[in-house]
């Protein structure tokens, strides 16, 4: 072989090598989305949601990998006799100052009758 055909094969295997270092291999930030959508899921099902529910809660995040974790908590929870725990949403509080009734409102908005002093 020649010295050209090895300083070939040694630069080539060299910059195969660094394509990890350079950032080229799989987005970490996928994953991490993944992982995030199939523990939504997990906590759907242990909240007794149903998988449309989780859906129509959950916009914009993959709904496939909300599957898989609302159908691996499914299964864990039928292996283990675990009961879900109802999920509830409350309203937020009233606050304690009411507003002041309509009828009031409009009648600070009518104009004032001018009184003329002679």
């Known amino acids: 072989?020649?010295?050209f055909k090895r300083?070939?094969?040694v630069?080539?295997?060299l910059a195969l090598s660094g394509c990890d270092l350079l950032g080229l291999?799989?987005?970490p930030r996928i994953a991490q989305k993944d992982a995030e959508a199939?523990?939504?899921g997990g906590a759907c099902r242990h909240g007794l949601r149903s998988i449309e529910d989780c859906y129509s809660l959950n916009k914009g995040i993959?709904?496939?990998a909300i599957f898989a974790g609302w159908r691996?908590?499914?299964e864990y929870m039928r292996e283990n006799k675990i009961e879900g725990v109802r999920a509830e949403i409350k309203p937020p509080p009233v606050p304690a100052t009411a507003p002041a009734p309509l009828e009031?409102?409009?009648q600070d908005t009518k104009p004032k009758a001018k009184t003329s002093a002679h």
């Open 1 to 3: 072989m020649t010295k």
């Open 7 to 9: 300083l070939m094969i």
């Open 11 to 13: 630069s080539a295997a």
């Open 25 to 27: 291999g799989p987005d």
């Open 38 to 40: 199939k523990a939504i």
């Open 62 to 64: 993959t709904k496939a």
């Open 72 to 74: 691996e908590m499914d």
């Open 104 to 106: 009031e409102v409009i």
